[in-house]
């Protein structure tokens, strides 16, 4: 039964459901989630922390995504991601006026809209005052027009938000996210590597990439730049479910897959999936191929 109650992450009014196990909200800036009860819930320490963690649900349910079962591992990883930057906030609010004002002669008031909950979890923001600036910057930008007593979208800022609606779907790149143990380098090597290039995509492991900084942000980075992300939760890692989680987020295909022996471990929320068994490495690259067209289509890069 849904009753009112803070959100257990920005403390705001929300529906609660007082589940035992695994109690959820319906937050108005966070959207909707839950967790499990009997591992706990990590600790939120300061605002940054609670923007990112609001803001990457918000991602989550923009694409019909549920969070669930959330666990503390996975929040910390989330809040310590390094805070979008203030044009792609920018653009994350463009995208929520552009859904709800349409057109030029749609106006809204700037100051009414930046208290707006669900305007600030999606764009990371703080409070009003970090909703205005994006509100200013689109302005600055020329994506919104101000007629004095209210903001409408321009023709260009329409024009850029229906390019931000495409999403990365030209990009070359498959992001595979699988455990880094060396009983692995033959799956990767006659598995995934071949089987992503067959089907015309450029396969990236972010541990055959050089980069300068920490690796959540690159990882965060690439998953941006892919087209798909294919997620191997053979060994059971955090990191995995994390990934697959945060490319939901973005509306990005996944395809799970699974060494045979291990499907029984999977977490009971994504048992449901159509996962790839693997026997061999190269039944999983054949495999692969004919996921990859069927549901993402043929790369660029593939044989004509």
């Known amino acids: 039964m849904w009753t009112k109650a803070p959100c257990k992450i920005c403390k705001n009014d929300a529906d609660h459901v007082a589940d035992s196990f695994f109690p959820g909200w319906k937050c108005p800036r966070c959207g909707e989630f839950d967790y499990d009860a009997t591992v706990g819930w990590a600790e939120i320490k300061t605002a940054d922390e609670l923007v990112q963690l609001s803001g990457w649900v918000r991602e989550q349910n923009s ?11 996975l929040a910390r990883r989330v809040m310590r991601r390094r805070m979008p930057l203030l044009l ?9 006026i552009a859904e709800r004002f349409q057109r030029p002669e749609n106006w809204f008031v700037p100051d009414v809209l930046s208290h707006d909950l669900e305007l600030q979890g999606r764009s990371y923001s703080r409070d009003h005052r970090d909703a205005m600036l994006l509100i200013n910057i689109l302005e600055a930008e020329g994506n919104l027009r101000n007629g004095g007593a209210g903001c409408s979208l321009s023709i260009r800022g329409i024009l850029r938000a229906e390019t931000l609606g495409r999403g990365t779907s030209n990009a070359v790149q498959g992001f595979v ?11 990767w090597l006659n598995g995934f590597e071949p089987g992503i290039r067959g089907a015309g995509f450029r396969p990236l492991r972010i541990d055959n990439k050089e980069y300068v900084g920490g690796i959540s942000d690159e990882i965060i980075a690439e998953i941006r730049h892919s087209r798909f992300v294919v997620a191997d939760y053979t060994g059971q890692r955090n990191g995995v479910y994390f990934e697959a989680g945060f490319a939901l987020g973005l509306g990005l295909i996944i395809i799970p897959t699974c060494r045979e022996d291990e499907i029984g471990k999977l977490h009971f929320d994504i048992k449901h999936l159509n996962t790839l068994l693997r026997k061999t490495p190269t039944e999983l690259a054949q495999s692969l191929i004919k996921r990859i067209r069927a549901v993402v289509g043929a790369g660029p890069e593939a044989d004509p």
């Not at 694409?63 to 591992?73: E, F, H, K, L, Y």
């Not at 996210?177 to 799956?187: E, G, K, P, Q, R």
Request: proline share 6%; glycine share 4%.
């Open 88 to 96: 792609d906030r920018a653009d994350m609010a463009l995208a929520i």
């Open 63 to 73: 694409v019909g995504v549920v969070p669930v079962r959330i666990m503390p591992d």
């Open 177 to 187: 996210a699988m455990s880094f143990d060396t009983s692995l380098h033959d799956a």
